[in-house]
Each structure stands twice: as C-alpha cells, then as structure tokens.
C-alpha cells in the first residue's frame, strides 16, 4: 500500500500522473505512477520494474504492507 508519509494515511492521495510501458505491446514491463496528497499537499512517485523485479517510490510516499494509522 503506497501512504503519504506526512499523513500516515493512503486516504487524500490522488494518482496525478500514470504511465504503463509495454515490450513488444503485450508484456507489462514498467508502471510508473505520480501522487499528490490532497490534504497536505506532498507529492511522490511509485515506479515498478518487471525486468528487475524492483519497486520503488521517491518524495513524500511510502510503500508499506502494514495497514495504515489512520484509515
């Protein structure tokens, strides 16, 4: 789950910006994906990368498999 590290909370982001690039025009190689936080205005990328295996996320965003502090 991708939440605002300001906020502690996934529920004000808001996808700004998303692109999917394809190999070959069937295969999912990478999903990139902007944020904005509507409550404190933060923003944030996630990228992830099928040919490495890789997620990454950059600026005020976290990814995180714990449930959020605040729903």
């Known amino acids: 789950m991708i939440t605002c590290t300001n906020c502690d909370t996934p529920q004000f982001l808001q996808i700004t910006q998303s692109r999917i690039y394809f190999?070959?025009?069937?295969?999912?190689?990478?999903?990139?994906?902007s944020y904005e936080c509507t409550l404190c205005g933060s923003t944030g990328q996630y990228v992830y990368d099928d040919d490495?295996?890789?997620?990454?996320?950059?600026?005020?965003?976290?990814?995180?498999?714990?449930?959020?502090?605040?729903?």
């Open 52 to 71: 490495r295996d890789e997620e990454a996320v950059t600026g005020d965003v976290e990814l995180t498999t714990e449930r959020p502090k605040f729903a």
């Open 23 to 33: 190999e070959n025009g069937e295969i999912i190689n990478e999903i990139s994906e």
